[in-house]
């Protein structure tokens, strides 16, 4: 039996999970999808900064998704599929994939088409890890 404390634990473990999702979805589509449809400016140096917080945070998914929650985070649109920690080599092996993304395409974006490129590049590497483990709950 998990005692409330347990249970709260495990909330913040799925908290901290799906907060570095958030983030990365703040830099790739809060800033660079957005700036590919015209609904922002083109910004050189938000550019540069979004591309250098994904650096640093999808090296993390494998340790900030080293235990499995047991829960999904309340009234949370996506969860992890249990498969994460049923196959965890293969969810981790999704990750090198993003970082290659990131480092081919940095450098690399000088205007709004060379952006689409790059955003489409490292969009297709997460999805490659949401298609298999990440539910759509609602
Ligand atoms: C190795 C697997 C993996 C990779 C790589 C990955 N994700 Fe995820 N992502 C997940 C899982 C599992 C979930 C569901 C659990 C959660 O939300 O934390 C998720 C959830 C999300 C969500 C939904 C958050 C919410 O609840 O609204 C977004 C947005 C997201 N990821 C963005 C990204 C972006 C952007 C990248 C690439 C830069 C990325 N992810 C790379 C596994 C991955």
């Known amino acids: 039996m998990l005692g409330p404390g347990a249970a709260m634990a495990q909330q913040e473990i799925a908290v901290k ?9 703040k830099s790739l589509y809060t800033v660079m999808l957005k700036m590919t449809k015209g609904e922002i400016p083109y910004d050189q140096a938000a550019i540069d900064a979004a591309l250098a917080q994904l650096e640093q945070s999808v090296p993390t998914i494998p340790t900030v998704f ?70 759509k709950l609602k």
């Open 66 to 135: 080293a235990t499995n929650p047991k829960e999904h985070v309340v009234n949370a649109t996506y969860g992890s599929s249990q498969k994460v920690w049923q196959n965890k080599a293969d969810f981790d092996s999704k990750v090198p994939p993003v970082i290659k993304a990131i480092a081919d395409v940095k450098g690399k974006i000088k205007d709004v088409a060379s952006l689409k490129v790059a955003y489409d590049r490292i969009n297709g590497a997460c999805n490659e890890c949401h298609e298999t483990y990440r539910l």
């Open 17 to 25: 999970q799906d907060n570095l999702m958030r983030a990365q979805a």
